[in-house]
């Protein structure tokens, strides 16, 4: 039976008891909403003629044929949404106030590189070289981002580094040599060259995780939360530290709390990749609203509180990165959420 856009739906989807069937619709309407309304204040919309212009153009004769169908779901499951607390609070709440221009902005493809005493500006034009540790030789190498940067590079063995906003990766002078040994503060996703005389090892914290050919993130800002995360993609790494030793297949995470030793060892049983970040998007699935705004402060370099009654709660999505600021805010507000801004710091209230 073909679906009909109605509040009971939107209310029904807000408790989680759509079916897949009607999960992909309200998301597609919303999907296609974002495309088409940006100018319209969305709580004065009338639901009955959104339907049927949805109807018309996502829901036509044309697109009902199953493979055309099959690639909207397939876009429509890869576009924004953080619908899964607040959709109905959204539609049928008050008028909301228009955003004001805000100071945050999206990140850059920048870092610094601190080699002996310089440091060197590195963006799109201006490279890493792995030539410069060859010219160095000797010297302590250290690539850094700060809030609002991210960097991809490749070390002289042909290993590719892609480092997120607000981290370090340090490389010792040995590199290379008798092994491949990096440290890593913050967040950083590794896609090993193949070399088994030479074991590559990322010292994180007070652990260490060994690979040979093969390729998994490492996530530990020990400013903002005190777990170490990490998540393979390719072939087998080893995870340990002094009451540690695991083993982890591709598929598998590993989240260890540096401060008492206690670990989870998880499989994930979908394709939702830990290191979208490196491709330009946010992906969460069911994620403390803590670790998405530390995620999002990150990119778009701003300072936040949390009101208590946000500790628990979660949410699901994909986003962006080349989003404006302005954009993740309306996608919170959607999901239920209250905010102020106080020159550069956002405020999330009751």
């Known amino acids: 039976m073909k679906q009909r856009l109605s509040k009971q739906l939107l209310q029904k989807y807000q408790q989680g008891m759509c079916s897949a069937e009607e999960i992909a619709f309200v998301e597609s309407w919303y999907n296609q909403l974002s495309r088409t309304n940006n100018a319209k204040d969305i709580p004065e919309l ?17 697109l009902r044929a199953n493979r055309h169908r099959r690639a909207y779901l ?7 949404f953080f619908l899964m607390a607040g959709a109905a609070m959204y ?3 008050g008028r909301q106030r228009s955003p004001q221009p805000l100071p945050f902005s999206v990140g850059q493809f920048q870092a610094d590189l601190l080699i002996g005493n310089e440091v060197v500006r590195l963006d799109e034009k201006k490279q890493f070289s792995p030539a410069l540790m060859e010219q160095r030789k000797g010297d302590q190498v250290a690539i850094k981002t700060k809030k609002g ?17 607000d981290s370090k990766l340090e490389i010792g002078p040995g590199y290379n040599v008798q092994e491949r040994s990096v440290l890593l503060t913050g967040e950083a996703y590794f896609k090993v060259a193949k070399n088994k005389a ?21 996530k530990l800002y020990p400013n903002d939360s005190q777990l170490l995360t990490t998540q393979l993609d390719e072939g087998k790494i080893s995870v340990s530290n002094a009451s ?18 206690d670990f989870q060892l998880q499989q994930e049983n979908k394709q939702q990749d830990a290191a979208n970040w490196k491709d330009g998007y946010f992906e969460f699935d069911q994620t403390p609203l803590p670790e998405i705004l530390a995620d999002l402060a ?19 999505g994909k986003i962006s990165k080349k989003e404006s600021f302005e954009e993740v805010l309306k996608i919170l507000r ?4 209250n905010y102020k801004i106080d020159k550069d710091r956002l405020l999330l209230v009751p």
């Open 46 to 62: 009338d639901l009955a003629a959104e339907d049927r212009y949805f109807q018309q153009h996502i829901f036509g004769p044309e």
């Open 74 to 80: 397939k876009v429509a499951a890869s576009i924004v």
């Open 91 to 93: 539609f049928f709440s």
């Open 149 to 165: 940067q991210e960097f991809k590079m490749e070390l002289p063995d042909g290993t590719l580094v892609w480092l997120n906003a």
């Open 198 to 218: 030479k074991p590559f090892i990322v010292h994180v914290g007070n652990t260490s995780i060994e690979a040979l050919g093969t390729a998994f993130n490492v």
């Open 244 to 261: 540690l030793q695991e083993i982890l297949l591709p598929g598998q995470i590993i989240k260890l709390n540096v401060l008492n030793g």
């Open 298 to 316: 990150r990119w778009y370099n701003f300072t936040y509180s949390l009101s208590p009654v946000y500790k628990n709660k979660v949410l699901s």
């Open 334 to 337: 959607f999901a239920g959420i």
